[in-house]
């Protein structure tokens, strides 16, 4: 069993930050990949970042790359988003997961990802 389970999400007004954080426990692989996703009301889940086990590797989707930052812990398997300048687009829930299955070209697709979090809700007043 894998449980990942997110926190740090909340209401804050634009322009604001948050820090997301997500804790992996249970049995896996080392040499793992961890994602977060989010899912806005009426839309398809979407990539976000990713960041592989060591640190040295990280993606991040397009709308997101100048605000957002993701950073692992690998000692404590816990993977961070840091996101700044925070607006109302930014309102969704966020998912953390992590892939055994991972290559650098496709950690942005949902595929990849073996486990999944229960998400964490970020809403964003204007």
């Known amino acids: 069993q894998v449980q990942l389970v997110e926190s740090g999400g909340g209401l804050v007004q634009a322009g604001g930050f948050l820090r997301l954080s997500c804790s992996a426990s249970?049995?896996?692989?080392?040499?793992?990949?961890m994602g977060w996703f989010r899912q806005a009301p009426g839309k398809e889940r979407e990539f976000v970042a990713a960041?592989?086990?060591?640190?040295?590797?990280?993606k991040y989707a397009d709308s997101v790359k100048a605000r957002f930052t993701i950073s692992i812990d690998n000692a404590k398997n816990t993977v961070f988003l840091q996101i700044d300048s925070l607006n109302p687009e930014d309102t969704a829930i966020y998912y953390c997961?992590?892939?055994?299955?991972?290559?650098?070209?496709?950690?942005?697709?949902?595929?990849?990802?073996?486990?999944w979090g229960q998400g964490t809700q970020v809403t964003v007043s204007s």
């Open positions: 997961a992590l892939s055994h299955r991972y290559t650098l070209a496709t950690m942005w697709a949902l595929p990849a990802y073996d486990y």
């Open positions: 249970g049995q896996f692989h080392s040499n793992y990949a």
């Open positions: 960041v592989t086990w060591s640190g040295t590797y990280t």
